[in-house]
């Protein structure tokens, strides 16, 4: 069964980092770009970052660009998210998405990923 799952959110402090891990079942990392999006309620989903299936490309929106660092271990199928120097304004749900179509992600909120995951919250508070 193809499953994507996040997890690595939590609460921590304006200034810290958190890493969040997408764990891949049932597809390989190979055939599909991986995409992280943020939302909140009542919010427009925002795209991230997105890793290309090769591995080779990667893209960052400007908000997080020089804090977020998306990588993969092909070994556990998994994609993180290493998120640095964070700020109240990236509270929000985190989901991670796969595009099996073009090998490369896109940071669209309208981009129709094949596949997505259930989420894992991030707060940054003091």
């Known amino acids: 069964q193809l499953q994507l799952v996040e997890s690595g959110g939590g609460l921590v402090q304006p200034g810290g980092s958190l890493r969040l891990s997408c764990a891949a079942s049932g597809l390989t990392l190979d055939y599909y770009a991986i995409g992280w999006f943020r939302q909140a309620p009542g919010k427009e989903r925002e795209g991230v970052s997105w890793?290309?299936?090769?591995?080779?490309?990667?893209n960052y929106a400007d908000s997080v660009k020089g804090r977020f660092t998306i990588s993969r271990d092909i070994a556990k199928n998994t994609v993180y998210l290493q998120m640095n120097s964070l700020k109240p304004e990236d509270t929000d749900v985190y989901y991670c998405?796969?595009?099996?179509?073009?090998?490369?992600?896109?940071?669209?909120?309208?981009?129709?990923?094949?596949?997505w995951g259930q989420g894992t919250q991030v707060t940054v508070s003091s």
């Open positions: 890793i290309s299936s090769s591995g080779s490309s990667t």
């Open positions: 998405a796969a595009d099996g179509l073009t090998g490369v992600g896109s940071l669209s909120p309208g981009y129709e990923y094949d596949y």
